[in-house]
């Protein structure tokens, strides 16, 4: 079946403008996160979904970040004001959310934004 | 709050050669430990796991064995081959659904 997809896959834009980023998880996926790469460095947490509510957004680095996920599936991560700072490569990964030990996160081929 | 130590790379090595990558980790109670591998070009794929202590997680020729008493869980593979060239995340997962902490990532080029 498919993956997750996220689009767009690269995006340019100027700093101080808004962006938003969409993530299309698993079908049947409750659990969905978002995380940040910059260069060089591992993925870090933003903010992680179940189903339509956000169960831990501790990652967000400021309040110009935000995520939706208005109907438990599609989520949408939205940026104001941006800064050269958040350019990175945004990656969303969802699971099937199961309580229990373990559940495999599965990862979309990211969102490369650049803010000039 | 919960961190992973990787081997910096980059990390060059001839074709055959032995691969280990070093990963330790800080965490509360009993996580699961994951390799996860990113190929040029392509999204984050799980290569292998281990969820309690003594867990040997394989794939692909790669191994990892979750040592709680060294806190460890290097990645081995006795023979490297070009197509193994890629970036290695080591990271761990405290229970069922939370967020992935993610080592720094070792970079690795197997050379013919």
């Known amino acids: 079946g498919a993956g997750v997809s996220q689009t767009p896959s690269n995006k340019v834009t100027e700093k101080g403008k808004y962006v938003e980023l969409r993530c299309d998880p698993i079908?049947?996926?409750?659990?969905l996160y978002w995380y940040r790469q910059s260069l060089g460095q591992g993925p870090e947490f933003l903010i992680y979904?179940?189903?339509?509510?956000?169960?831990?957004d501790s990652g967000l680095p400021n309040d110009r970040f935000f995520a939706v996920r208005p109907e438990g599936s599609v989520s949408t991560l939205k940026i104001q004001r941006t800064e050269r700072g958040d350019s990175a490569v945004y990656l969303c990964?969802?699971?099937?959310?199961?309580?229990?030990?373990?559940?495999?996160?599965?990862f979309g081929p990211g969102t490369r934004l650049t803010v000039l | 709050g919960d961190s992973v130590t990787q081997m910096e790379g980059p990390v060059t090595l001839s074709e055959e050669a032995f691969l280990t990558i070093n990963c330790t980790y800080t965490?509360?109670?009993?996580?699961?430990l994951f390799w996860y591998v990113q190929y040029p070009g392509e999204g984050l794929q799980l290569l292998l796991k281990?969820?309690?202590?003594?867990d040997k997680g394989s794939n692909k020729g790669f191994e990892a064995t979750y040592r709680k008493e060294t806190t460890s869980f290097h990645l081995e593979k006795g023979s490297v081959q070009v197509s193994d060239s890629a970036v290695y995340f080591c990271?761990?997962?405290?229970?069922?659904?939370?967020?992935?902490?993610f080592g720094k990532g070792t970079r690795l080029s197997v050379i013919a």
């Open positions: 965490a509360t109670g009993y996580p699961s």
């Open positions: 079908s049947g996926h409750t659990a």
């Open positions: 990964a969802s699971s099937p959310g199961r309580l229990g030990r373990y559940n495999e996160q599965f």
């Open positions: 990271a761990l997962g405290n229970s069922g659904n939370t967020p992935l902490v």
């Open positions: 979904f179940q189903g339509t509510g956000a169960a831990d």
């Open positions: 281990a969820t309690k202590a003594d």
